[in-house]
């Protein structure tokens, strides 16, 4: 009975969430487990089963990293556990299946991966959906392989219905296009729900890195002349064979190894030719029968790139690392420092009164903390998110906290040489990244590690060394290095010495 009414339309677009895909490579938990390491804050991993749930859930907790498992095979008071355990920031990261999250009230969730390949871009769209739900920053990736998609296909081709078969196939091949697509990941996802974006979102991998499109057009011409060579009755896994010179019987059955295009295409990989190969499908360049058999066709397109007529560009992912790209700024990463002294300042008083952390501050709040960096009452009232009466009850344990940060700041290019030190990179890599000599990388060590950071000085000099440096100290003191070094001899660099007198400081 109503007249008259509105109809309001939300978009289903959520700008703060950064959407990439990443090749799946053979060692799929290593580039997981390193993935996870570069990442703050918590994350959710998401598996297509309940054994390899269990069995990630299990390899990360070995290997230091607070996880913990949820999948509809626990009983209720476990997963009830574990995700109270989520929500409170106990653990860094949920492994679930898809029976996690439904209704979850935990807006930080920094980073969503799908360890494996969704069923279908809905799921999809719901599950990296609950990251980011603060509207701060969040990642979503997805780690893509093709032996993921024939998993799926298997469970597929178990439906009984026809009708049910032919719909989950569709839908799967909506998930590889947006694996395999060269355009705005935003825009493919929002297009599955009817809804239109155009442009450049700068917030997915293909938009950032739209310099990574390539002009593979010569080695389309030799894909695409294979399949009319082989007249157009295979997959694409035999035409990469004959492409790259493979000796399986299939090929000298049909006498494919005696065709002008066997074995011309031995300089890619396989991977690249199967990247290649969809891209074509993709781009309507090339068409693949959606029948029990997958057989690759011709279309007047595939005429125009064999005649020169059309050029072919494809996307070439980036090196998978977990990163996303962006400059090695000293004063982000000050911030990013206090940031995390100041969400375990909350997580500390979170415990004490029994909630979750974001009841105390959300990430964004604290953001803005570790930018502005106030230092007073008055300043700290300035922050979005703050109130009188988060003023009074948490105002000088924070600011007490950001006056001890300030007074304790090194110089950005020691933030800089630190950053790279805890990524993983010797002294000679930072030295060749940031320009600079090596003797300066290991003053800026010697500095941060007299400051009380985390270095590992047993990677920098032996302990025999250590051993035989510390017996000279006590004997000649450290008020002079060269003293030192003339006590010691050749076998000693200043630079070990350096870092052992900075760890006795420390002590």
Not at 122 to 147: H, I, M, N, V, W
Not at 268 to 280: A, Q, V
Not at 438 to 465: F, R
């Amino acid at each position: 009975g109503l007249r008259d009414t509105s109809i309001h339309i939300a978009s289903f677009n959520r700008p703060n969430l950064y959407y990439e895909v990443q090749p799946k490579t053979s060692k799929s938990y290593q580039q997981l487990y390193q993935y996870i390491k570069g990442q703050k804050g918590s994350g959710i991993v998401y598996c297509i089963s309940r054994k390899t749930v269990d069995q990630v859930a299990e390899q990360l907790q070995k290997d230091g990293i607070d996880a913990l498992p949820y999948h509809a095979g626990m009983n209720d008071q476990e997963r009830s556990e574990n995700q109270t355990r989520f929500i409170r920031d106990d653990v860094q990261i949920m492994v679930a299946t898809i029976a996690f999250g439904m209704g979850i009230n935990k807006p930080d969730v920094r980073f969503v991966v799908h360890y494996d390949l969704p069923r279908n871009l809905e799921g999809y769209y719901q599950e990296s959906g609950r990251a980011g739900r603060d509207g701060e920053p969040a990642k979503c990736t997805l780690f893509f392989s093709f032996a993921d998609a024939r998993k799926i296909e298997y469970f597929i081709n178990q439906k009984t219905e026809q009708n049910e078969q032919q719909k989950a196939r569709q839908q799967l091949r909506q998930v590889l296009d947006y694996a395999e697509g060269t355009e705005c990941r935003r825009s493919s996802v929002l297009g599955y729900f009817g809804e239109s974006f155009a442009g450049n979102c700068g917030n997915c991998d293909n938009c950032r890195n739209g310099n990574n499109s390539e002009d593979w057009t010569i080695e389309a011409q030799k894909f695409l002349s294979c399949v009319a060579r082989t007249g157009q009755k295979f997959g694409m896994m035999h035409i990469i064979n004959v492409l790259r010179g493979g000796k399986g019987e299939r090929i000298t059955q049909y006498q494919h190894h005696l065709l002008s295009t066997y074995g011309i295409g031995k300089d890619k990989t396989l991977g690249e030719w199967k990247r290649l190969s969809r891209s074509l499908v993709q781009q309507n360049l090339l068409v693949e029968t959606e029948d029990n058999f997958r057989i690759l066709k011709l279309n007047q397109h595939s005429w125009e790139v064999m005649r020169k007529q059309r050029s072919v560009f494809i996307a070439v992912p980036q090196k998978a690392n977990g990163q996303i790209l962006g400059d090695d700024n000293p004063n982000t990463m000050e911030s990013d420092l206090l940031f995390d002294r100041l969400r375990q300042l909350r997580k500390k008083i979170a415990d004490s009164q029994g909630v979750p952390p974001y009841v105390i501050f959300h990430d964004s709040s604290l953001r803005l903390m570790a930018q502005s960096k106030p230092r007073s009452l008055e300043q700290f009232r300035q922050i979005s998110g703050v109130g009188q009466s988060k003023v009074q009850q948490y105002g000088d344990i924070f600011t007490a906290a950001i006056n001890d940060f300030c007074q304790d700041s090194l110089p950005s290019t020691q933030f800089l040489t630190l950053q790279y030190y805890q990524d993983g990179l010797n002294v000679e890599e930072i030295a060749r990244k940031r320009s600079l000599k090596v003797s300066t990388i290991y003053e800026h060590l010697a500095k941060l590690l007299e400051a009380g950071y985390e270095i590992d000085i047993n990677q920098l000099v032996s302990k025999n060394k250590q051993e035989y440096i510390r017996l000279a100290i006590k004997k000649v003191g450290v008020q002079s290095l060269k003293t030192l070094k003339e006590n010691l001899g050749d076998n000693y660099s200043y630079e070990e010495i350096k870092l052992v007198v900075a760890w006795q400081r420390r002590l």
